[in-house]
Every structure is written in structure tokens, then in C-alpha cells.
């Protein structure tokens, strides 16, 4: 078995058709894929023949690409809307969704599935109801093309600072998305093939996937789980406790979707170069100050960008219709680029504190730095974003 609990191709030899045809049926179609490509030559037309209707067209697509470029990293369960759906219609047909692995982005397609641009579930719930999707959608979408070395795609999505990339052929059409969690363990991979370090530093070196048993792997899973859930929500009771501000001053709703998106990009991206690094052995323990140094001179080269970027957008770009007669649209932009400029470094030394307190506690950085990470750079910017302008605007 290979980590990802695969057979290889040397202990593919020793299953049967049955065995194989029934194990790919449970897998989801990029692991049967890789499944397939594993499969002698002369066993495969066999299979292909036996594989469930359901899972043939898709499975036999990814297995033509190999593991080596992008194609053969990609899953195909994702969400697609048309341009000239409207946001409501869009909306329920996300919540419809069944197979895809994430309903909160979206990817736009035409007729002929060539890729248009993506829209976030967010953006779609804050549209106003008649709004398509053509409208509130970014158009600027960086995709991968299908035949990208994979481990530059796994590289592209980390300094991309985003969760999912969507993966084109040739003619610009939609054939499936990278995830962060397929690219990291691409890169995983390439760092064991060469130094065979990150296990031993997560402390289950020899562990495989199939081979903790539910138990533990349910106690390995669990705390974290559970706590991040509890995290999650103090966001909701954070928005609570500042309604009156928000009565008093609306503009500081619109600025919230910056502070969270800035500061999740700023955490992610700091967050997977750092676990890149720490599995290619170039980061320890021993070396945790020298991290945080760096990254705090990073993040405040980085605030002090995006505290004159919010300046001059609340200056310049802001309705002042709506600003109480005591307060100016300049205090506004002060008090909201401030409020930006801590996020963002305090994002970066969250993105380089948790892989690094996961290497103290012994545990897999992208175990527990991943999902932790969104979760608490969103409680952590709504609180430091709230404190701060009604500090300083005295609301």
C-alpha cells in the first residue's frame, strides 16, 4: 500500500478482478483512476470492461493522464453554474449539491464547459435576488492547465493562497479541480522520495492509512473537530455582540468579507509554504524564532500594502451618504486599514505558528494546521476588526 492506502503495483498483482473491481466501486474516482493506472496492461481491459457504468466514464478519463502532471492529481466532483443563472436559483442549486467536495466556490462554464470564472457561495447569498450569476462572478481566475508537471500545480495552488484551482484542457474546458488537500500530498510525496523526513516528524512514521484502526484514527481526528466547531462559533456570536456598530455604521459590513478573505489568504499562503518547508526538512523546532522573524517582517511589508490599498478604497471608492455627522469617510478608511494592517500580521504568525505547534505536539502539520487555520483567522480578524474601528471611531 502506498500512503494514500492504495495498492501498488506490486500488490495489485496479488488481488483479483473481484477484489479490484469491487475496491474501486468505494474510491472516489481520482483514486480509482490511480488505481487503474497501477493495473498491469494486460489485466486492465479486463476491468474496464467489469467497472461499474456509474464510475467508468469518469474513473477511465482521469486514469488517461499520469500521476506526473496535473490530470492525474484532479477531482471531478465539483460545482458548476451557468453565467445566466440567477443568484437565488444558483444558490438552491448549490444546496442540492450531493458529490461535489465543496459547495462554498463555485466555477462558471458556458455552454461548451469552457471556464468563465468562479463565484463563492458568499457572494452569491449577499447578491440581491434577480442578480445573476454573470454578474457578481471574478473573472479572473487562475486555472491549471491539464498537462502541468504536478508538483507545479501543487506549488501554483499553495502561493495561491486559495482551497481549490480549477484544472483545464487544452480548449479552456472545465475537466476538474485541485484541491489544497491533493496538492500538499503531492508534495508530501516528492519530499519522502527525497529525504523520507515528514513522517518521522509527524510521529507516525510507519503509520499507513489503513493501518490505524477506527479508533485512533477517530481520537486523532476528534479533538480537533470538535474544538474547531466550538470555534467556529464565536464568529457568529462576535457578529451578535456588535450589531449596535453595525446598525450605527454600515460600511464596516462591507469591509468584513475583505477581512476575512485578506486574512485567510495571508495565513493559508504563510501556512503552506512553511509545511512545504518543514517536510523538505529546511524547518525544526530549533529554528522557530528565525520563522517568526521572517514572517513578522513579511506581514508587516504586507499590512503596511494593504492598510494604504483599504485608505485609499474607503477614501475614494466609499458612499459618504451614509457616514454619521460626527465621524468623516477619512477617519473610516484610518480606522479599517488599521484593522486590515493587524490582520494581516497577526494571520502570518498564526499561518507560521500552527504547523510549528504541530511539530511541538507531535502532530501531522496538515492534520491539524489545515483545518484549524481558516477557522481561527476568521474568529481572530472579526474580533480584532470590530475592536479596533469601534475603538477608534468611538461607536
Not at 476575512?260 to 529546511?282: F, P, Y
Amino acid at each position: 500500500m502506498n500512503p494514500t492506502g492504495i495498492p501498488t503495483k506490486q500488490g495489485v498483482g496479488d488481488l483479483s478482478d473481484d477484489d479490484i473491481v469491487g475496491l474501486i466501486d468505494t474510491l472516489q474516482p481520482d483514486e480509482g483512476a490511480r488505481l487503474m493506472r497501477a493495473l498491469p496492461s494486460r489485466r486492465r481491459g479486463t476491468i474496464r470492461a467489469r467497472i461499474a457504468n456509474a464510475h467508468r466514464d469518469e474513473i477511465l478519463t482521469l486514469s488517461d493522464y499520469p500521476e506526473t502532471v496535473a490530470g492525474g492529481l484532479m477531482n471531478s466532483h465539483y460545482a458548476d453554474l451557468a453565467a445566466d443563472t440567477r443568484c437565488s436559483d444558483a444558490v438552491r442549486q448549490l444546496a442540492a449539491e450531493e458529490h461535489a467536495e465543496t459547495i462554498y466556490i463555485a466555477f462558471v462554464v458556458d455552454a461548451d464547459r469552457r471556464l468563465r470564472g468562479s463565484v463563492s457561495l458568499r457572494d452569491l447569498l449577499r447578491a440581491p435576488k434577480e442578480a445573476t450569476v454573470g454578474e457578481v462572478m471574478e473573472h479572473d481566475v487562475t486555472a491549471v492547465p491539464v498537462a502541468m508537471p504536478a508538483e507545479d500545480a501543487s506549488r501554483l495552488l499553495s502561493r495561491s493562497g486559495r482551497a481549490f484551482l480549477p484544472v483545464v484542457d487544452d480548449d479552456g474546458r472545465l475537466t476538474g479541480i485541485l484541491s489544497f488537500n491533493d496538492a500538499f500530498a503531492r508534495l508530501e510525496e516528492e519530499a519522502a522520495e527525497d529525504m523520507q523526513r515528514f513522517a518521522a516528524i509527524a510521529g507516525s512514521g510507519d503509520a499507513r492509512y489503513f493501518d490505524v484502526s477506527l479508533w485512533s484514527d477517530f481520537l486523532r481526528r476528534a479533538p480537533w473537530i470538535l474544538s474547531l466547531a466550538i470555534v467556529g462559533l464565536m464568529a457568529g456570536y462576535i457578529v451578535h455582540v456588535y450589531e449596535d456598530a453595525l446598525d450605527a455604521l454600515v460600511i464596516l459590513a462591507l469591509y468584513m468579507p475583505m477581512v476575512a478573505d485578506t486574512g485567510g489568504n495571508v495565513g493559508t499562503q504563510t501556512s503552506g509554504l512553511l509545511i512545504r518547508a518543514i517536510a523538505t526538512g529546511e524547518v525544526s523546532l530549533g529554528r522557530s524564532a528565525a520563522v517568526f522573524w521572517r514572517e513578522a517582517r513579511i506581514g508587516l511589508m504586507l499590512a503596511a500594502m494593504l492598510f494604504a490599498f483599504a485608505l485609499l478604497k474607503v477614501t475614494f471608492l466609499s458612499n459618504g451618504a451614509d457616514v454619521p455627522a460626527h465621524l468623516t469617510l477619512h477617519m473610516i478608511a484610518l480606522a479599517i486599514g488599521i484593522a486590515i494592517a493587524v490582520q494581516v500580521l497577526v494571520s502570518a504568525l498564526i499561518g507560521a505558528g500552527l504547523p510549528l505547534a504541530a511539530l511541538m505536539l507531535r502532530q501531522d502539520p496538515a492534520v491539524m494546521a489545515g483545518p484549524a487555520l481558516t477557522t481561527v483567522v476568521d474568529v481572530t480578524g472579526l474580533l480584532m476588526y470590530f475592536m479596533i474601528t469601534t475603538a477608534i471611531l468611538g461607536i
